[in-house]
């Protein structure tokens, strides 16, 4: 399930994030907005998709270091030998013969611990700490770094230095090579949709055909004009060079054409449509059906 909302959630933050790319390129900055709160929502979905799965799982350990705690705590309070009021039966049965096997059981006894110590200290003397040290080299980890008494904790090198310093190179390459990613497109970005100066257009005049479509109300010819009329009004100021003494002419079925003096440039062309496209007038929506120079005769 885990899986399948990682998949379905970078679908969408890559379906996002593509759009994101394209709207801004088209000058359609309502789009590009709502598309890059999509892309902010679907990556914080995404984050406490990881987060909680984190959660779960710290909380999976916990529970499972408290299950082993307290079975070894009732190991350690389980008495090593069974407490039962029982006494030697040669003690309470006065005619039992058993009392000579006592005295020799004890010399054994005796005996044994005297073979024992004498094992246990020849053992001492010739054998190897080879145990000790292999311990010790497994706990050697562990142990404080040998450092003067004025020293600073903070200067210290942390262990593992080694395996420290492959891990800090690759995420410094991979920053590096992030960075690098994120400033082209950021670059990219902003030589496509710069307001820059170009060379003027050899032609006359630049023709825009539109066409409205209506949503949700009766499509009248007056809505449809009215409709138009706002969002060329809206978009005027749109281009390098203000549309003055421009309006829209109705052809009629929903279709307007203006025309444009001096010509539009490529860039100016691409703004326009965008902004067109992308007008915010109510239950209307506007399709620039073609936008093309035009020469006068």
């Known amino acids: ?83 039962r009021d029982e006494r030697f039966r040669w003690l309470e049965d006065p005619a039992s013969r058993t009392y000579v096997f006592v005295p020799v059981l004890m010399v054994t006894g005796v005996l044994l611990a005297g073979v024992a110590w004498l094992v246990q200290r020849i053992a001492t003397v010739a054998a190897r700490p080879t145990a000790e040290r292999r311990l010790a080299g497994r706990l050697s980890v562990l142990a404080a770094p040998d450092t003067a008494p004025d020293t600073d904790l903070e200067d210290v090198r942390p262990l593992g230095g080694g395996s420290g310093g492959r891990h800090t190179a690759r995420l410094i390459t991979v920053g590096v090579v992030g960075a690098a990613l994120l400033a082209s497109l950021v670059v990219g970005l902003a030589d496509l949709t710069q307001t820059r100066k170009e060379g003027a ?24 004009s009215m409709a138009a009329s706002q969002a060329w009004e809206r978009c ?59 020469d006068e005769y």
Request: hydrophobic fraction near 45%.
């Open 236 to 294: 005027r100021n749109s281009t390098s060079v203000p549309l003055r003494r421009t309006t829209l002419g109705d052809l009629g079925d929903g279709l307007f054409a203006g025309v444009v003096r001096p010509a539009l440039t490529d860039h100016d062309r691409l703004r326009l449509r965008g902004c067109l496209e992308d007008a915010d007038v109510d239950r209307a929506h506007l399709t620039v059906v073609g936008i093309g120079d035009a």
């Open 1 to 83: 399930m885990r899986r399948l909302a990682y998949l379905f959630g970078g679908a969408a933050a890559v379906g996002a994030a593509v759009y994101f790319v394209v709207y801004l390129y088209r000058w359609q900055w309502q789009r590009a907005i709502l598309c890059g709160v999509l892309l902010l929502i679907v990556g914080v979905l995404l984050l406490g998709i990881v987060l909680l799965g984190r959660l779960a799982r710290i909380e999976e350990r916990i529970r499972e270091s408290d299950r082993r705690q307290q079975d070894v705590l009732a190991r350690l309070r389980q008495p090593t030998v069974r407490e």
């Open 201 to 224: 257009n050899g032609s006359e005049a630049t023709s825009v055909l539109v066409r409205v479509d209506m949503r949700g109300v009766p499509v009248t010819n007056e809505r449809q």
